[in-house]
């Protein structure tokens, strides 16, 4: 399996210029396609098979109240799901990821009827599931999590959260959310969705203190996220609040 990801890693080294995204997922030793921009949209769009939401560059958003936040652009919905269970990991994988600065988060919300096909993403209760940030070092200098998970040759970028303990059971979008903050007072944000379908018998959900809207959870009033990491005061800070709602476990 991860032959593959890395032959697909390297054939898509050769198209991208800058940036990059979320291009699948695997859970244990399963192996589940995302979208790909690079490639026709028509079989894609048309895939009984696809469990990702439709994105289609891999530039930047850069406002926090841009409505393609919520899954990227256009986020048109996926017509499979990943089949997941409380406790179990997803891992999302990148490809030729160049940027090293800013927090990465994972989220899931419920589709409301257990219908994501028809869910808008922009208006569901958003929950952390796991976030990633400064792990060693200063803000400007340091080792964060975005910088350390990149693989300069060739081969997947891997980033694995867990589903939270006794979750509920049913169908959820999960998002995972890079942040870049190597810009001064210019934040990138880069998001994908996918569809997922959570099973065993949890009855477990979050409370209102971890629930969210995106957009909404950030704003550029926050100085986390306006920031300048290259400032006095700022740059040889080595403690990076990650903003919004707490994580929730299950």
């Known amino acids: 399996m991860l032959h593959i990801l890395a032959l697909t890693s390297t054939l ?9 995204g979320c291009l699948n997922y695997t859970v ?6 995302g979208y790909s921009p690079y490639d026709d949209p028509i079989p894609q769009d048309a895939a009984p098979w696809m469990p990702q939401r439709k ?13 393609s936040l919520a899954c990227n652009a256009p986020g048109d919905p996926a017509r499979a799901y990943i089949p997941l269970l409380p406790g179990q990991p997803i891992t999302a994988v990148y490809m030729y990821w160049v940027h090293t600065v800013g927090p990465m988060i994972a989220w899931m919300a419920r589709c409301p009827s257990d ?13 952390k599931i796991g976030q990633r940030g400064l792990e060693s070092g200063t803000i400007e200098t340091g080792t964060w999590f975005q910088g350390s998970f990149s693989r300069w040759d060739g081969s997947p970028s891997l980033w694995t ?12 979008l999960i998002r995972h959310e890079i942040v ?21 018998e949890g009855v477990e959900s979050p409370g209102e203190e971890y629930l969210t ?11 986390e996220i306006n920031i300048d990491i290259y400032a006095p005061g700022i740059a040889n800070r080595t403690v990076y609040n990650i903003p919004g709602p707490p994580v929730w476990k299950g």
């Open 115 to 127: 219908d994501c096909h028809t869910t808008d993403a922009s208006r569901v209760s958003w929950f």
């Open 180 to 200: 870049s903050l190597h810009s001064a007072g210019k934040p990138q944000f880069y998001p994908q969705c996918a569809h997922v379908e959570v099973g065993g």
């Open 161 to 172: 959260e867990t589903v939270p303990e006794g979750l509920q059971k049913g169908r959820y």
């Open 28 to 33: 244990g030793d399963i192996w589940y396609p």
């Open 213 to 223: 809207r995106i957009p909404g959870v950030w704003s550029m009033d926050q100085p």
């Open 55 to 67: 994105w289609v560059t891999n530039d930047p958003i850069f406002s926090p109240t841009n409505i």
């Open 12 to 20: 898509l080294l050769q198209r991208v210029t800058a940036h990059g």
